[in-house]
Structure formats: C-alpha cells, structure tokens
Nanobody, 125 residues
Framework: QVQLVESGGGLVQAGGSLRLSCAAS????????MGWFRQAPGKEREFVAA?????????TYADTVKGRFTISRDNAKNTVYLQMNSLKPEDTAVYYC?????????????????WGQGTQVTVSS
C-alpha cells in the first residue's frame, strides 16, 4: 500500500511563496511519475504540475502556473516538491499529490492511482 503525505500549505499574501512537500512510502518511488493537482470549493480537481519517473520525460505544467511554480523530486527521500512563487488569490485551493500509474507524467486525474489527503493553500489579496 502506497501512502502519500502532503505538507507545507498555509496562508500567504499575494505575491508570496510556499513550498509544498509530498512524502511517499514504498521502495519503487523513483519508477513512477508524481503530480500535483488542486481543488477549489465547488470546482473539479485540476492539474497543476507533474514530473516523470525518468529524466527522459519533461516536467509538465498547467498554463495557469507556468513560470511561477516548479516541481522537483528527491528520490533518495521519496519526496516530491512544489515550489510556488508569485502566488495569486486564484491559486487558493486544497493541493493534492498523486502517484502516477506509470513512469510518464500525466495531466489528468485518471493517470494517478494513489492520492494524499491534501494541504490547504490560501492566498490573500
């Protein structure tokens, strides 16, 4: 059983930064893509960023966060990160990390089979 635990969320003013972390259990972490999604109240879960299980696959970002957010992973620590800069009020949501079903970085919810419990990010104007 794979467990994912997010941390790092909080309240920040517009223009500020946060770094989210997602710690994963399991010995084959490096073989799988990892992704970040977010869900605002009343909205569906949407893709934010993904990183492949191999450097062969380029990182992928939603257009709304491209240039502001950076995804990275430390396979030695079984952890994936999301560095969020220049935050905007519309970035407010619960952020979830997911483990991909394979090595490639997918952009849809169905591409992921395990999810964390989420961490709240609130950006004030």
């Amino acid at each position: 059983q794979v467990q994912l635990v997010e941390s790092g969320g909080g309240l920040v003013q517009a223009g500020g930064s946060l770094r989210l972390s997602c710690a994963a259990s399991g010995r084959t972490f490096s073989n799988y893509a990892m992704g970040w999604f977010r869900q605002a109240p009343g909205k569906e879960r949407e893709f934010v960023a993904a990183i492949g299980g191999s450097t062969y696959y380029a990182d992928t970002y939603a257009d709304t966060v491209k240039g502001r957010f950076t995804i990275s992973r430390d396979n030695a620590k079984n952890t994936v990160y999301l560095q969020m800069n220049s935050l905007k009020p519309e970035d407010t949501a619960v952020y979830y990390c997911g483990r991909g079903r394979g090595i490639g970085a997918g952009t849809i919810v169905a591409s992921y089979d395990y999810w964390g419990q989420g961490t709240q990010v609130t950006v004030s104007s």
